[in-house]
């Protein structure tokens, strides 16, 4: 096989065989094939797409070209959940427990990577002595046990999907929604789980700006998903303002935590629930979804859910009174109020312009090597359809730093207020199963 005919094929609109996708993979991750020649197939994919067999296959080999996560010795149907990244995105954090106090289990593998705030383990270890150095079998036992836990990135996975994302971004070719869906899917399947939901976000502060690209990414993963035969499905949000009121990792530990007692977010908890009751039905802890709904608000109204999160805390080395007392967690050294300039209506906060005025507060990683600061960041006292009186605050902003003029500026040029009424967006889009 020559990978030149490869490129020829592609280039001039043929579906590619499983033999001759397992070979580019293959060659590339071993370094058999140059750069020059996946960089070529790769822009030959971008313009000829790829059929839902091809991406499958793609996906498989991908899988294949490292580590895979075995979770059989945990008992039960483990469901994952993947966010496509969003700002103030606190989900997992309620969920894990929430659908674990269902007897759902929940064996998360995750990330730090790079972003406005922290990845879902940043976020936890803003609890005084929470830590994800568990090796395989303590992560299994314990997820035994409790239902619930999560472990740093272990082993070697999906190497093939690092050397290509490598180059896609040096090549102008990160944009193909069928190469985007193998990738993502590829370490989903690759950590374990028997079933997947997906949270596809749209909007500004989303991947996928948008909603036609959204529903198509959504689309394509769930095909995947379904073809290597892993149960999928996809919703899709809103991510044009941020979710929930709190932006930054202690900010949302409390966040998460006022919304296991009841009290949180209208948008986060709605959206805690939508995939909560998917993840419950897929468990098969529920016969349906409203029957999983309302076992999801009983747990949170019988406080079980939060007695949950304490438990789930306090078993990988976590301070579980913080749930109680949430003045434990890392404060700013400084709060201040940013006011309403004038009165009306909010018309839009701009998510992703957020998510920097956070980020410039130290709250996420510009780099994989810069440190990031765990109290800091943002709370929202409004929201997009809010009507605001000029001098009411628009935002606390938990600051380290002596000099924030330039993320006032910021966040005032991302919240548009004006005279005329707006509606709050739609929060969820789409649910997307085939
Ligand atoms: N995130 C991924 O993991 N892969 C992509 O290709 C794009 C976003
Ligand atoms: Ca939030």
């Given at each position: 096989m020559r990978m030149y005919d490869i490129i020829e094929k592609k280039r001039d609109g043929g579906e590619l065989t499983e033999a001759e996708i397992r070979f580019f993979v293959e060659g590339y991750t071993k370094e058999d094939i140059p750069d020059y020649q996946?960089?070529?197939l790769l822009m030959a994919i971008y313009y000829q797409g790829m059929t839902p067999e091809e991406c499958a296959t793609l996906t498989s080999a991908m899988v294949d070209s490292?580590?895979?996560?075995?979770?059989?010795?945990?008992?039960?149907?483990?469901?994952?959940?993947?966010?496509?990244?969003?700002?103030g995105d606190t989900t997992t954090l309620v969920l894990a427990p929430l659908v674990a106090s269902l007897g759902v289990p929940v064996a998360?593998?995750?990330?730090?990577?790079?972003?406005?705030?922290?990845?879902?383990?940043?976020?936890?270890?803003?609890i005084p002595g929470f830590h994800v150095e568990l090796t395989g079998d303590e992560f299994i036992e314990l997820v035994n046990k409790n239902k619930v836990a999560v472990v740093g990135q272990t082993g070697n996975l999906t190497p093939a999907d690092k050397k290509l994302y490598s180059l896609r971004d040096v090549t102008a070719t990160v944009d193909s929604i069928p190469l985007i869906a193998s990738s993502i899917m590829s370490k989903k399947i690759a950590s374990g789980a028997d079933a997947i939901v997906l949270d596809v976000k749209t909007g500004a502060g989303a991947f996928m700006k948008d909603l036609a690209d959204a529903k198509e990414l959504a689309h394509q993963m769930v095909?995947?998903?379904?073809?290597?035969?892993?149960?999928t499905m996809a919703v899709i949000s809103d991510m044009s303002q941020p979710l929930g009121r709190a932006i930054g990792n202690a900010l949302e530990v409390q966040e998460a935590i006022e919304t296991l007692k009841g009290n949180g977010p209208t948008d986060l908890t709605e959206l805690c629930f939508t995939l909560g009751s998917q993840?419950?039905?897929?468990?098969?802890k529920a016969d349906n979804l409203d029957d999983a709904r309302l076992k999801l608000k009983e747990s949170i109204q019988t406080g079980k859910a939060l007695a949950q999160f304490k438990t789930f805390i306090a078993s990988q080395g976590g301070d579980a009174s913080v749930v109680d007392d949430?003045?434990?967690?890392?404060a700013a050294a400084q709060k201040i109020e940013l006011k309403a300039k004038n009165s009306g209506t909010i018309q839009s906060i701009i998510a992703d312009d957020i998510g920097t005025a956070a980020m410039m507060l130290g709250a996420g990683r510009a780099t994989k090597?810069?440190?990031?600061?765990l109290a800091v960041g943002?709370?929202?006292?409004?929201?997009?359809?809010?009507s605001v009186k000029a001098g009411e605050t628009l935002v606390t902003i938990h600051a380290n730093q002596e000099q924030i003029d330039e993320v006032k500026e910021k966040l005032y040029t991302s919240i548009t207020i004006a005279e005329h009424p707006a509606k709050a967006p739609s929060l969820i889009y789409d649910m997307i199963t085939e």
């Open positions: 996946v960089s070529a490292g580590d895979k996560i075995d979770l059989s010795a945990i008992s039960g149907i483990k469901v994952d959940k993947h966010s496509t990244g969003g700002v998360k593998m995750s990330g730090r990577g790079l972003g406005h705030t922290g990845g879902t383990i940043d976020k936890l270890e803003a095909s995947i998903g379904n073809h290597v035969g892993r149960k993840m419950v039905v897929l468990a098969n949430p003045t434990l967690l890392p090597e810069s440190d990031i600061d943002l709370v929202l006292h409004k929201k997009v359809g809010d």
